[in-house]
């Protein structure tokens, strides 16, 4: 079945370094790639997201290109502050179902 | 746009008790809406597909009769918690799926609630 692979975290960084969050999945057929993100207490909001290879989502610095032939959605951002702490959370829909399916998230945390 | 709200947004309830958690569409029409459910540093599980006008999908392991859900409308959805134990305490987020692409909404993507965090004692 579908499935989303993230790199496990936590993820400690200083203040303006450079971020990736790796992503892998597999899927049926050719579904739309989504980053939410879920700062502490709260629920979760879309960051970006692609509908179709080569597309690049971008987002508040963030971007993360849909390779096909990687099958990846790696997020990225150039320099990162303390308030993008937070968990980040890979997804897919459309592939066998239209489910959204939820990799196990990564936790950001950014230090000054 | 896009904005989906839950109520409320905490609630502790003694063992034996239902809860009911509302989730709504404020800007938008959603002919689905799905309920999830959070644990402690993991990922969101999904408990069932609701679609307006008729009965909810529940994923495998999830009790219909505890976690009853309606979807009356295009922009309202409920999720009880029947019985509730201790066990059940967890956060609940529900999201939401327009009937459309309209302006910054779109047809393809899920909002989420900003979620429920219900403790039972």
């Known amino acids: 079945g579908d499935s989303v692979t993230q790199m496990e975290g936590p993820v400690t960084l200083s203040e303006e370094a450079f971020l990736t969050i790796n992503c892998t999945y597999t899927?049926?057929?050719?579904?739309?790639l989504f980053w939410y993100v879920q700062y502490p207490g709260e629920g979760l909001q879309l960051l970006l997201k692609?509908?179709?290879?080569?597309d690049k989502g971008s987002n508040k610095g963030f971007e993360a290109t849909y390779r096909k032939e990687t099958t990846s959605f790696h997020l990225e951002k150039g320099s990162v502050q303390v308030s993008d702490s937070a968990v980040y959370f890979c997804?897919?829909?459309?592939?066998?179902?239209?489910?959204?399916?939820f990799g196990t998230g990564t936790l950001l945390a950014v230090q000054p | 746009g896009a904005v989906v709200s839950q109520h409320p947004s905490r609630v502790i309830c003694k063992s034996g008790t239902s809860v009911k958690i509302e989730c709504r569409s404020l800007?938008?029409?959603?002919?689905?809406m799905f309920w999830y459910r959070q644990f402690p540093k993991k990922s969101l599980m999904l408990m069932a597909t609701?679609?307006?006008?008729?009965?909810?999908?529940?994923e495998q392991g999830v009790e219909k009769d505890k976690f009853l859900i309606n979807h009356a409308s295009l922009t309202l959805s409920t999720l009880t918690v029947t019985s509730a134990h201790p066990e059940d305490s967890s956060f609940y987020i529900c999201?939401?799926?327009?009937?459309?692409?309209?302006?910054?909404?779109?047809?393809?993507?899920?909002?989420f609630g900003p979620g429920t965090r219900l403790l039972v004692l």
């Open positions: 609701s679609n307006e006008g008729s009965k909810a999908t529940y």
């Open positions: 800007d938008f029409q959603a002919t689905t």
């Open positions: 997804a897919l829909s459309g592939g066998a179902t239209n489910k959204l399916i």
């Open positions: 692609a509908t179709k290879a080569d």
């Open positions: 899927a049926t057929g050719y579904p739309s």
């Open positions: 999201s939401a799926k327009s009937i459309r692409t309209s302006g910054v909404v779109s047809g393809e993507t899920q909002y």
